[in-house]
């Protein structure tokens, strides 16, 4: 399956916690305990990421980023990883999870499935307006500056 904007893992309905073990081609980064998981791209990044407390990309960068969805811990914050590495998320807990991608497909995760992310070697061109740039569509869209 092929992603624009996010991929989430995350309890579907269980009402308990699930957890994550994180890798960064093939080094063991975290485990994460919480609501769930959402790697966005630059694109995806004012959405749900956004939301969850995870940073604004600029649409330029090569980076996704991993931001935990109420994680159960104090020190737990959003990362930031290349683009062009391969991201793998296993769920670790026996609970079973969702992965939805770009807030459309719906796939169920068992205990030890894997999910693995890499850049896709396609590229998408996005409509780009001249009288408008990257800055002002932020302030229209999100009031990013309102006071």
Known sequence: ????????????????MITTSI??????????????LII??????????????????EP???????TPISPHTLTHRP??????LLLEIQLT??????VTID???GIHMEYEDTLTISASPHRTRLIRFPDR?????????????DI
Request: no cysteine; hydrophobic share 35%; aromatic share 6%.
């Open 60 to 66: 330029s960068l090569e980076t996704l980023v991993l």
């Open 79 to 84: 990362l930031l990883v290349p683009s062009q």
């Open 40 to 57: 966005a791209s630059p694109t995806g990044s004012t959405a749900y990421s956004m939301s969850a407390g995870g940073p604004i990309l």
């Open 133 to 145: 740039t990257y800055y002002d569509v932020l302030r229209n869209k999100l009031k990013w500056g």
């Open 23 to 36: 890798q960064v081609d093939k080094q063991f980064v975290t485990k994460l305990r919480g609501d769930g």
């Open 103 to 105: 807030g459309q497909i």
């Open 1 to 16: 399956r092929t992603a624009l904007n996010d991929a989430v893992i995350s309890k579907g309905t269980s009402g308990r």
């Open 93 to 98: 807990s026996q609970e079973g999870g969702t």
